[in-house]
């Protein structure tokens, strides 16, 4: 019997077989996975993880796919999406927020409850989970400044608390978290001025809104930020805004950001990506690497 036929009885899980990532992917553009999973609580989280060991099927974690770029060939094997397994709780300084639940949603209710620590990361698309993987970040704040503990599944799939200062952690990386799953984040926040918090909220939004392509699918900024630069800025010194591959765009209005401005493939995004390194590399020699993830087969490359 093929292990996708007992998948969903073994693990408990929500499964979509054959499902569009463009549906899963802030890019709006790959092929499709295997089977997507939605678990909605630990136990099934647990039980997805194991089951794909003892099958050998591939897994990966997804939160809410604002980070990656899934090949057009699609993914083997398992995605475990956690946009379902959400919530959030507060207790005096105490936010807990469980992986799937939305970054904002944990910055937008900190503030409301005149809790300070978060408000700069109101507006990152991602779900806490993901946040903490990358060590998310905006106008001067880390997701892992306040963080307290996080909660995981580890490789040997034992539940298990880290403390902040149990790990490795940097911009845009953790170090020694790559085969944990992450189950709840919990920060512990400063009681502050709730008006001055919704200020500074409402002002990030804005400036949001005003600098980034907020209007067409994309993952947020394509490249890391390199030493004492910004990659936007070399992006733009070297002519590339509005370079378009397909229906892929360096965004003309943050030279920073890939849009998918018409039905681009992840082939476009891709191509484009490689074309944007090269040419910054020619004139400022100074090698771009990426934030984003890439899931999948591209050309010259197997992740
Ligand atoms: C318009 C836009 C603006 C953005 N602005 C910012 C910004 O200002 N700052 C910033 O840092 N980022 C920004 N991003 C990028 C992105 O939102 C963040 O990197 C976010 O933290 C990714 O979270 P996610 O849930 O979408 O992760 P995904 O894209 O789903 O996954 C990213 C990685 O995290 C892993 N992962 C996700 N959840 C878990 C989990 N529970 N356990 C283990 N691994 C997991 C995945 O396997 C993958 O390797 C932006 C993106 C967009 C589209």
Redesign the pocket.
Known sequence: MNWKDILGEKTGCRLIFNAPMTDYT?YKTGGAAEVLALPENEEQILRLKTFCEQKNAPF?????????LVSDKGLPGVICC?KNYVGISIRDEELTAL?GTP?DEAASLSVENGLGGLESLSG????C???V??N???FGQETFDNLKCFKVINADGEIKQFCKNDVEYGY?KVKNIEN???LSATWLLKKQDPAELKQTRLSVLKRRAEK?P?EYP????VFKRPVNDYASRLIDVCGLRGLSVGGAKVSEKHAGFIINYDNATAADVYALIRKVQEEVYKKTSVELQTEQ?LWGDFPGKTA
Do not use: F, K
Not at 60 to 68: A, H, Q
Not at 218 to 221: F, P, T
């Open positions: 802030t990966r974690m997804i939160g809410l796919g604002s980070n990656i956690l992986a970054l990152i698309p991602g779900s989970g993901g946040a993987y990358m998310a970040g905006a845009r944990c799953i992450i980034q907020l994309s993952a947020g900024s993830i």
